[in-house]
């Protein structure tokens, strides 16, 4: 789908903000148990895990696997270890779906939560822009007559020029 921007106001508001897409925006946190999710030890799991959302940059990849314990008591049954990552996807559509698929069994990610890296974990202006215009998400009819369910919401596919955003 081509979004066709024909109110000058919005659509210098889009390549406003398009343009100042952050380094940050495209890149999305995971934290998981470690111990629960053993496999999940490398860039490259961590990537083929986000596959089916779209194209990872694998060698720009962070990962931290920790171990805490608990303050009360210092045995090694109360330890625990946390897996956290930072991975930067090549579009912002493909970070979006991963981050609307957080959880979810069905998409192998049960015990995973993915939020965004940037803005303190809260989504990127561009995606809140396409939100706000409907271009992003249910139509505004059928979101009066339905209740949010869990399943994803509507993506886009955006071309701008040369760029393409794909949601």
């Not at 009360?72 to 493909?94: C, N």
């Amino acid at each position: 789908m081509r979004i066709r921007l024909k109110n000058p106001v919005i659509r210098s508001e889009y390549l406003l903000i398009y343009r100042h897409v952050g380094p940050l925006d495209t890149t999305v946190r995971l934290k998981y148990s470690a111990i629960a999710l053993p496999h999940l030890t490398t860039p490259e799991s961590l990537a083929t895990l986000l596959k089916p959302f779209g194209r990872t940059d694998t060698d720009s990849i962070v990962l931290s696997i920790k171990t805490k314990t608990s303050k009360k008591k210092k045995s090694s049954s109360d330890e625990v270890k946390l897996g956290t990552a930072l991975v930067p996807f090549k579009r912002i559509g493909d970070a979006f779906a991963a981050v609307c698929a957080s959880g979810v069994r069905e998409r192998g990610l049960e015990g995973i939560q993915i939020s965004w890296a940037g803005n303190g974990g809260g989504e990127p202006e561009l995606i809140g822009w396409l939100k706000r215009y409907g271009k992003l998400g249910a139509s505004s009819e059928v979101a009066k007559e339905q209740k949010p369910s869990g399943s994803s919401p509507h993506l886009v596919s955006l071309s701008v020029g040369c760029f393409d955003l794909s949601f």
